[in-house]
C-alpha cells in the first residue's frame, strides 16, 4: 500500500478557519481546525473496526439530515431548497468527525465503503469486490472550501482567501526543480484570470436573472416608473395562474376591494405608460416601525393582504383609499405622487393589514401632465371625441357618454393582425376592432376623457374578483392584472373601469383544467411557509445530547462489551470470528516458543515458529491460519465445510503441540 499523500501543515486548520469566517461561525471554524491538527499530531493512534467506520458516517449523515429538516421547519428559511443549501454551509461541522478519526487512525486512510452504502451493498453481493483506501483529508477540504463558498457574499474576500489557500496547497507540491520565480508567476497568472472569470459570470448571472425577472413579472406592472402594455401585440397573452395575492377580508367589504392599485402612470408614449416627474421618497414610520400613514380620514373598510416578493420587494397592492399600512416591519417603504407604494421587506412573502377610508387621498392633484394627448393618438381621438360630442361637457357626463361608446366593444386577449394602415393600436381598436384586452379600455378612455377636458391616469394593478374556499381568502392570480382610469371628478381621484365586465369569466375559461390540485399543493406550500417559528427548548436540546451519547456508544460499542464481556461468546457478539478454534492453537505456540514480538503480527510470526514443526504438522498450521484469518475478516465469513474443516485440523494441532 502506498503512503498517503498528507496535506501542508496546518493547512486543514487555516481553511477550517476561514469557512468559519465566511459562514459566520469563527469559533465553530477555530475549533474544529485546532481539534483536527492536535488529531493529526497526537503520538498515539486509534484503529476502529471497518464497521464502526461505517456507523459513524452514517450517523454523520442522520445528524445532517435532521439539521436540514429543522431548518426547514423554522420560519427563518424561506423554502426546503434553501434548507437544503443552507445546511451545506455547516457540512464540514457534520463530517469533521470522518476526517478525525482519520487522521487519529495509524495508517491515515478510510475504506471507501465506510463513506459510500453502495460501496457496501456492493461488497456483499460480492466479497472480492474492489474497496480501495482512500485518504478523505483532501475531498475534506474541498468540502471545506465549497461551504465556504456558499456563504460569500460575492465581495474579493472570498476569493482572496481561496487564493491563499491554494498557493499554500499547490506549493507544497510544486516539482521541486521549478524555479520558485517562475511557479509564482504562472501562478499569479492563473489567479488573475480566475478572478476575472469570477467577476465576469457574477455580472452574467445577474443580468440572466434580471432577463428572467423581467419576463416572469411581465404584465404585472412591477415597475413604478414604466408600464410596457401589450397594446399592438399580435398573438395571445400569456395567462399566469401563480397566485400572487391573498386578501382576507370581509365578505361585504368585497366591492370596495375590487381594484387593488399598485401604480399610475400619467405620460403615454408610443405602447407604453410612463410616471412623469413622480419620483419615490422614502416614507417615515409610525413609533414601532412598522405602521405607516399616507393619508388623513376616517377608515370605512380594512383587509390583511399576503402578497409575493421578488427579491424580496414589492410595489404593494393596495385598496383606494388607503390610509394607514399597518403590521409590516419594511426596511424602507418609498411613496411618489402618483400614489404608487414600493417597500423593500426580504424574503418570499409578507403581510400587511390595510385601512381605507372612502376617497383616494393618496394621490396629488392633477398637473398639466394629466391632461397631455400624444401627436401620435390625437387624430383618432378627436374624432371618436368629436363624435360623442365630449367637449364642453361635465366630467360626469362625459364619463357617462365614454361608458357607453365602450359598452358594445368586446373583450379579446388575442390580436391576429396589426393596425390599420395609417392607424395606431388604440386608433384601430377605437374605430375598426373594437375589441382588446384592458390596457386597450384603460388607455383609451385615459385619452378620451383628457380629450374632455378631464385629467386622468392609468392606473394598474389586480382585481380582486376569485373567492377560495379552500383557503378562506380572496386569491389574486397574475393574470388578474388589470389596468384601469383614474379620473378627476368633484375635486378628488375616481376609478373608472370601462372593461367588459365580463373580462374575468373569459380569463377563467381558459384556465387549465389542473388548476385545482394545483391550487391545492399552492395552499400547502404557502401554509408551509407562513409556518410559526421553531423554537429549540429544553427537550430538544435533551434529544441532541441523547443523539450525541448513541453516537459514541456506536461507535465504542464493540470495545466495551469485549472489556466487560467474559468467554468467548461475549467475543463473538463483538467481532466476527472471535469463537474461531485457531485460538487455542495461538495459545499453544505461545507456551511453547513464546509471545509475538511488539509489533509483529500473526502471520509472519506463525512462518517463523513454524519452522521448527515437522513439515506435516507446518503445513496444517498453514492452512489453519488461512481459514481463521477467513473466518475472522472476509465480510462473507466460511462455510460449513470450512468451518468443520478448522475445527479438525485445530484439534490435530492442539493433541500434537500437547504431546511434543
Known amino acids: 500500500m502506498t503512503p498517503a499523500m498528507k496535506l501542508p501543515p496546518l493547512l486543514l486548520g487555516a481553511a477550517l478557519a476561514f469557512w468559519g469566517l465566511e459562514v459566520g461561525q469563527l469559533a465553530l471554524g477555530i475549533g474544529l481546525g485546532l481539534t483536527l491538527e492536535a488529531a493529526a499530531r497526537l503520538p498515539w493512534r486509534v484503529d476502529l473496526q471497518p464497521a464502526s467506520y461505517e456507523r459513524l458516517a452514517d450517523l454523520c449523515t442522520v445528524f445532517f439530515v435532521g439539521f436540514i429538516v429543522v431548518g426547514a421547519a423554522s420560519t427563518d428559511s424561506p423554502g426546503v431548497s434553501r434548507s437544503i443549501l443552507a445546511g451545506l454551509k455547516y457540512l464540514p461541522a457534520f463530517i469533521a468527525p470522518i ?119 411581465s404584465g404585472m406592472d412591477a415597475d413604478p416608473y414604466r408600464s410596457r402594455t401589450d397594446i399592438g401585440s399580435i398573438g395571445r397573452l400569456k395567462l399566469e395562474d401563480t397566485i ?23 405620460d403615454y408614449y408610443r405602447t407604453s405608460w410612463v410616471a412623469h416627474d413622480a419620483p419615490l421618497a422614502p416614507l417615515a414610520p409610525a413609533a414601532g416601525g412598522a405602521t405607516w400613514r399616507l393619508a388623513q380620514g376616517r377608515p370605512v373598510v380594512s383587509a390583511r393582504i399576503v402578497t409575493r416578493l421578488e427579491g424580496g420587494k414589492a410595489v404593494l397592492a393596495l385598496p383606494a383609499g388607503t390610509l394607514e399600512i399597518l403590521q409590516l416591519p419594511a426596511e424602507t417603504l418609498e411613496t411618489n405622487a402618483l400614489g404608487t407604494v414600493r417597500a423593500a421587506i426580504g424574503g418570499e412573502w409578507a403581510q400587511y393589514v390595510v385601512d381605507a377610508g372612502k376617497a383616494i387621498g393618496d394621490t396629488a392633484a392633477p398637473t398639466p401632465a394629466d391632461l397631455a394627448i400624444p401627436v401620435a393618438e390625437r387624430p383618432a381621438i378627436d374624432r371618436v371625441s368629436a363624435g360623442l360630442g365630449l367637449a364642453g361637457l361635465a366630467p360626469r357626463e362625459a364619463i357617462r357618454r365614454v361608458r357607453s361608446y365602450f359598452a358594445s366593444f368586446r373583450y379579446a386577449t388575442y390580436r391576429n393582425t396589426p393596425p390599420a394602415p395609417g392607424m395606431t393600436a388604440i386608433g384601430d381598436f377605437l374605430e375598426r376592432s373594437k375589441r382588446g384586452h384592458c390596457e386597450y379600455f384603460a388607455t383609451a378612455t385615459t385619452l378620451l376623457l383628457r380629450a374632455a377636458g378631464v385629467p386622468t391616469r392609468y392606473a394598474t394593478g389586480f382585481a380582486m374578483l376569485e373567492y377560495s374556499t379552500l383557503e378562506d381568502a380572496y386569491v389574486v392570480r397574475a393574470r388578474h392584472a388589470h389596468a384601469w382610469t383614474r379620473a378627476w371628478i368633484g375635486g378628488q381621484w375616481v376609478d373608472l373601469d370601462t372593461t367588459p365586465p365580463d373580462w374575468f369569466g373569459i380569463e377563467e375559461e381558459r384556465a387549465p383544467l389542473w388548476q385545482g390540485l394545483s391550487d391545492l399543493l399552492r395552499w400547502a406550500s404557502f401554509r408551509w411557509s407562513q409556518r410559526a417559528p421553531f423554537e429549540a427548548g429544553t427537550g430538544a436540546y435533551v434529544l441532541l445530547a441523547l443523539l450525541v451519547g448513541i453516537l459514541f456508544w456506536r461507535l465504542l460499542r464493540g470495545r466495551r462489551m469485549a472489556r466487560a464481556g467474559s468467554g468467548a461468546a461475549s467475543a463473538a457478539r463483538s467481532w466476527q470470528g472471535m469463537d474461531s478454534s485457531f485460538f487455542a492453537v495461538e495459545r499453544r505456540l505461545t507456551e511453547r516458543f513464546g509471545p509475538r514480538g511488539a509489533s509483529e503480527a500473526l502471520g509472519p510470526w506463525i512462518a517463523r515458529v513454524g519452522v521448527a514443526l515437522d513439515p506435516s504438522a507446518r503445513a496444517e498450521l498453514l492452512e489453519a491460519l488461512e481459514l481463521h484469518q477467513k473466518l475472522r475478516f472476509d465480510p462473507a465469513g466460511v462455510g460449513g465445510d470450512e468451518r468443520r474443516r478448522l475445527g479438525v485440523l485445530t484439534a490435530g494441532l492442539e493433541r500434537a503441540l500437547r504431546t511434543t
Open 99 to 217: 476526517a478525525a478519526v482519520q487522521l487519529l487512525s495509524s495508517s491515515g486512510r478510510l475504506r471507501l465503503s465506510a463513506l459510500l452504502r453502495a460501496m457496501r451493498q456492493r461488497k456483499r453481493r460480492d466479497p472480492a469486490a474492489r474497496d480501495p483506501l482512500i485518504d478523505f483529508a483532501g475531498p475534506y477540504l474541498a468540502v471545506v472550501l465549497l461551504s465556504a463558498g456558499l456563504a460569500n457574499d460575492r465581495g474579493p474576500l472570498y476569493y482572496a482567501g481561496i487564493v491563499v489557500l491554494a498557493a499554500w496547497a499547490l506549493f507544497a507540491l510544486r516539482p521541486r526543480y521549478a524555479p520558485i520565480a517562475l511557479w509564482a508567476m504562472l501562478f499569479a497568472t492563473g489567479a488573475g484570470a480566475g478572478y476575472a472569470g469570477h467577476v465576469g459570470l457574477t455580472r452574467l448571472q445577474a443580468q440572466i436573472e434580471s432577463w428572467i425577472s423581467d419576463w416572469y413579472l
Open 244 to 266: 400572487v395575492l391573498r386578501v382576507y377580508a370581509k365578505h361585504g367589504d368585497a366591492a370596495r376591494l375590487k381594484l387593488l392599485h399598485r401604480a399610475s402612470f400619467n
